[in-house]
């Protein structure tokens, strides 16, 4: 049996598959892991990607909170960890560090902490972020609960029923989780977020005549962000899988395009410094 089993959700998500599944082995050789995939109905390339890296993948449409849950249903491993396709992580002793520590404390979960993207905060502190969920599987079990209305409704509709469900369900996915854990006398470990360098000019600039700049170019992989965890990075969230190109029917002078444009840069910009070795992680705090 597995240690570590991890179950990823994608859509769409070509762009990053090949360097997080190479990610994660890189980190984790030595550790006995099985990773499995559940896709969303991917028409990019991703799931040739998946099968050609021999991952257990399943393609079907369904809510996020049901793929976590057909996951979390799939792992038999003492430590499950349900993470997004953006996510890269970066230094290997992430695993043993983060289960020593909730192994230490009896914590159920360790995730990131839903304070923001990049230099743009958001007032969700004391909330787990969902792009990176490492359980307790045993614990997390004991949370979930008899699924008796979409049983019927799926067992009716000829799908795979899910018995028991974790709820999911709510606002940005995570944030019922420190009360559904505390009522089972449970508990989570933030893993805080590496602050960014702020740059004095900004890499860069709309390619709309008279935009302003944007604030974000000002940081060196834009939204996205580091962890750090006792001392050692885990990993980087880029927090934009997909870089969409704009429509047809776009309106000239939408900042909604510069933000595209923005995020396309930037994910650029991580892959070349990535590829190269050669990223510039912020200084973790002593």
């Known amino acids: 049996m597995a240690e ?3 179950g990823m959700t994608t859509w769409d998500d070509a762009l990053f598959v090949e360097r997080t599944l190479r990610a994660l082995r890189e980190t984790l050789a030595g550790i006995d892991v099985e990773i499995a995939v ?5 028409r990019d390339g991703t799931l040739e990607l998946l099968r050609r890296a021999g991952v257990r993948t399943v393609s079907r449409r369904c809510s996020q909170g049901d793929a976590l849950n057909f996951l979390l249903g ?3 491993a003492p430590y499950t960890l349900l993470m997004h396709s953006d996510v890269i992580m970066l230094e290997r002793g992430w695993f043993p560090r983060l289960r020593a520590a909730m192994t230490r404390t009896g914590a159920a979960l360790i995730s990131p902490e839903d304070i923001g993207l990049g230099p743009m905060m958001r007032g969700y502190r004391g909330m ?9 599987t045993a614990q997390v079990r004991r949370c979930m609960a008899p699924n008796v209305r979409k049983f019927v409704k799926n067992a009716l509709r000829g799908r795979s029923p899910l018995l028991r469900y974790f709820d999911f369900y709510v606002l940005h996915v995570t944030h019922r989780m420190p009360e559904i854990l505390a009522a089972r006398g449970m508990s989570w470990l933030p893993i805080p977020p590496l602050m960014p360098t702020r740059l004095p000019v900004p890499w860069f600039t709309s390619p709309r005549p008279g935009a302003p700049d944007s604030e974000e170019a000002h940081y060196t992989y834009g939204y996205g962000n580091f962890y750090a965890f006792e001392g ?3 990993h980087y969230h ?3 899988a997909r870089i969409v190109a704009p429509t047809a029917d776009a309106i000239p002078g939408d900042p909604d395009l510069d933000r595209q444009a923005f995020c396309a840069a930037y994910t650029q910009r991580f892959f070349a410094d990535y590829d190269a070795g050669t990223l510039e992680i912020p200084p973790v705090p002593g």
Do not use: K
Request: glycine fraction near 8%.
């Open 4 to 6: 570590l089993f991890i």
């Open 232 to 234: 050692g990075v885990t």
């Open 38 to 42: 559940w896709d969303n109905g991917s």
């Open 128 to 136: 787990p972020e969902s792009s990176f969920m490492l359980f307790d």
């Open 238 to 240: 880029n927090w934009y």
């Open 74 to 76: 799939m792992s038999t």
